[in-house]
């Protein structure tokens, strides 16, 4: 063999462990930032926790867009977020948490780990839990960190999540404990846990839990955001459509519901843009069964130039050039008399005008 040959090879095998050094070097890192990032609120859930925990094993389930919009469009933003729900904490804030985390970005914890977490500062119809004025939330601590301090706050009456960003002025401190090492923690499966009493009197509807975790290993601060709702049933099945990059300049189109209920044995269907975007769109169709029940129902159209369907939920649909057939599905085509059900559907193209429906019931 050649002094050359020999060379190249040597050159070859040296490139290649430094490969593997790298990637095992990485890898080391990866964990090691793994296993400092282990805790968040499970109950209240915290926002990731809460979207994690409905739709980790089914994320790209596009029903999530319509029962569940805010938790949609945090997975459509980064899906890390979700399965990271244990990470969402900054290093090095020295107890100075307002300085750090400046307002409208808290439920982000200030935008830390950029961009992974932006989406859920987005103010909207979060799921929310109910709970009583005098409630408790429960801190899953997966490395066993313990705590410096926990610190509970609640948004004051008056504020509203919905329309609202949420900043430091609009919290009140409801409970906190002291440093409080792991070794006195509840034992867990998958770690450590604790619970935190909050009283928070007079407060009604929804509001924000906001909880500071001081962990004991490090200066490592956790800001998690839980939705709540006080004296409620709390919000299982939010309408609020997702919101989108490019919002529609003008309102989208939409029909009026039916001024006369249908004739018996009849269904009739409504069609309205939940949001738009550059090159897309998602809509809603509601079906109504008239005076009396329907055993099933079908629904046509025809699409406008240019549009096409990408996904359709809780409906069996299917497109023939530009003509739309949309048919119920087993759990939604029993319909008692005046009573609806709703499917779902993203498209490609410009929304347009609103396209005539016609409804065909099975009685």
Not at 123 to 133: F, L, Q
Not at 148 to 163: A, E, M, N, S
Not at 247 to 258: C, E, G, M, R
Not at 306 to 326: C, F, I, M, Y
Request: hydrophobic residues 35%; contains cysteine.
């Amino acid at each position: 063999m050649s002094t050359l040959i020999r060379s190249r090879i040597s050159r070859l095998a040296l490139g290649g462990l430094a490969v593997a050094v790298t990637a095992v070097l990485l890898l080391v890192t990866a964990l090691a930032n793994s296993a400092s990032a282990h805790g968040s609120i499970v109950d209240p859930a915290s926002r990731n926790y809460g979207c994690w925990q409905r739709w980790g094993s089914d994320f790209q389930n596009p029903r999530m867009a319509t029962e569940d919009p805010m938790c949609w469009q945090a997975w459509q933003a980064d899906p890390n977020a979700m399965w990271n729900w244990n990470g969402l904490y900054r290093d090095g804030a020295g107890g100075n948490h307002q300085a750090a985390v400046p307002d409208g970005q808290l439920c982000s914890g200030g935008r830390t780990q950029s961009p992974r977490y932006n989406a859920l500062d987005t103010v909207g119809a979060w799921r929310s839990t109910p709970i009583a004025n005098n409630f408790r939330v429960r801190l899953l601590d997966h490395a066993s960190h313990g705590a410096d301090y926990i610190r509970v706050y609640v948004t004051k009456q008056g504020f509203d999540p919905l329309t609202q960003p949420l900043g430091w002025g609009n919290l009140e401190l409801v409970g906190q404990i002291g440093n409080t090492p792991a070794s006195q923690w509840t034992q867990e499966a998958t770690g450590v846990s604790i619970q935190v009493a909050g009283s928070a009197p007079g407060r009604t509807g929804r509001h924000i839990v906001y909880t500071i975790w001081q962990a004991s290993h490090m200066d490592q601060s956790y800001y998690l955001c839980s939705d709540v709702t006080f004296g409620g049933t709390g919000n299982p099945d939010p309408t609020t459509p997702p919101p989108t990059t490019a919002p529609p300049t003008t309102a989208p189109p939409t029909t009026a519901p039916p001024t006369t209920p249908p004739p018996a044995g009849a269904c009739t269907a409504t069609y309205r843009v939940l949001s738009q975007w550059t090159g897309g769109f998602q809509a809603e169709v509601q079906v109504t069964a008239g005076s009396a029940a329907i055993r099933g129902w079908t629904v046509n159209w025809t699409l406008p130039s240019g549009q096409q369907v990408a996904s359709s939920w809780n409906t069996d649909l299917t497109v023939t050039g530009s003509a739309v057939t949309a048919r119920n599905v087993a759990y939604n085509a029993n319909l008692g008399a005046g009573a609806n059900a709703t499917f779902g559907l993203l498209g490609s193209g410009t929304p347009g005008s609103v396209p005539v429906l016609t409804c065909t019931a099975t009685t």
